[in-house]
DNA sequence: CCTATTGGCTATTGACATTAGCCAATAGGG
DNA sequence: CCCTATTGGCTAATGTCAATAGCCAATAGG
């Protein structure tokens, strides 16, 4: 029996190369010992466990598309940065969208590296939103919008929820201009009812030791299970 | 043996509720049939599959999302009916995190009563954004754009992509007051180099018969594969 | 009361992740 | 070049799950 070859590496990229056709949650990992070459259990000789492969693959994936949106932005600022970074978010996205799937989860509480990678992709937004001279809560309120309509128009769109055939790159276009628009008068108090009169989720009051930097949402200290 | 009395509705609807719990995709017909007392298999005499099931609960959760938006925005208009359809949007799907995200699963084709539910659905966002007069296809971009922001933050936020202990709902209100900015502006023309020269997604040449009405997406007819 | 329907059940199958244990292919030191 | 330790593949077995088949008692309706 000549050998495969495999290592950690090559199983993970296979793996997101298959996530991008079927989606990561139906990848079996017999479908990727087939495409390998190889029988089922052999792949446990360079991966620990099927989570552990998906937290691999979110992993790489979530390098990949920091990589791309800070390229992007690299020498640009302002709209101009906001713009061609949004491109190459959306452009990434549909190109992988297996691995785009898993860049959104979440780090397992402890997970330094994980944690780590998304701060990096964060920062990126960060500085790219620095033009703007937002300040504290300001700043942070901003880079949550942002990553909300990237992520929810990629979603809906790779989904399938813009059925409709209007061109779907001008709506991206005009939804990133609005935000352009929006950032120009983020700091004017929002005057509206409604907006302090909630039913639920009222549970966040204003605290003593509020962070008020620009630290990268993703790496609050969480509370460890006692 | 007595019988358990179960309906189809029952079952969904403990499907619902335990959704909200540990989520749709891992929630096993085992575990509902423990709940309602009844063995495995005896749910089959109410439900077809599990993906049949899946579909009820997806439906189940797309009519009371929309009557929670549509009962949030009778009686109001502009940015009053913006907010208080967010608010109910985003409070209907924090209650209901598991059941929320199904509402977002395109129709399989053909489905007519799937998409039936989803026209309805969106054509309350399409209404509420009727005040900002908008034509053509600026609606349907605007259209997306709601439906982008909405998804992505609740998206974000459920999966706690949120971590720092920055208060939510004023990130949330300033991101919807800034869609109300934009929305003031949406025919302006977008002065900008890079949001027509794109590396991909160039596949949508300006057609003839692009429809221009205020349709929801959801429901072009597809071409059938042949 | 009688009978047809139906809503439970047990048993079985097949896909999947995971583990145990075997054995040949390699690598690296003599 | 050989010898041995490591290691990367394999088969076999277990447990969980969805799904199907077939049984039989509980109900409903005449």
Redesign the interface.
């Known amino acids: 029996m000549p050998r495969a070859g495999l290592t950690r590496d090559s199983v993970v990229e296979t793996a997101a190369i298959m996530a991008d056709e079927v989606g990561l949650?139906s990848l079996t990992l017999a479908a990727i010992a087939e495409r390998l070459g190889v029988k089922q259990p052999s792949l446990y000789k360079h991966i620990d466990s099927l989570a552990g492969l998906h937290r691999s693959v979110s992993l790489l994936a979530k390098r990949e598309l920091g990589d791309a949106i800070s390229r992007a932005a690299v020498g640009r600022s302002g709209?101009?940065a906001i713009?061609?970074m949004s491109?190459a978010y959306?452009?990434w996205a549909?190109?992988h969208p297996g691995r785009y799937d898993v860049t959104?989860?979440?780090p397992a509480p402890g997970d330094v590296e994980d944690e780590a990678t998304m701060v990096a992709a964060i920062q990126v937004i960060t500085d790219v939103l620095a033009s703007y001279q937002l300040e504290g809560?300001?700043s942070?309120?901003?880079i949550?919008?942002f990553?909300?309509?990237?992520?929810?128009?990629i979603?809906?769109e790779t989904?399938?929820?813009?059925?409709?055939?209007?061109?779907?790159?001008?709506?991206f276009?005009?939804?990133?201009?609005?935000?352009t628009?929006?950032?120009t008068?983020?700091t004017e108090p929002?005057d509206?009812s409604?907006?302090?009169a909630?039913?639920?989720?009222?549970k966040?009051p204003?605290?003593a030791g509020?962070?008020?930097g620009v630290?990268?949402?993703?790496?609050?200290p969480?509370p460890s299970d006692p």
Chains 1, 2 share one sequence.
């Open positions: 949650g709209a101009d713009f061609a491109h959306r452009d549909i190109l959104q989860n979440p809560d300001d942070i309120d901003a949550r919008a990553r909300s309509i990237l992520h929810g128009f979603s809906l989904s399938g929820g813009f059925a409709l055939k209007v061109d779907i790159n001008r709506s276009d005009r939804m990133i201009h609005g935000f628009v929006a950032l008068q983020w929002i509206h409604l907006s302090s909630r039913t639920q989720n009222a966040t204003p605290e509020v962070i008020s630290r990268p949402d993703g790496f609050e969480r």
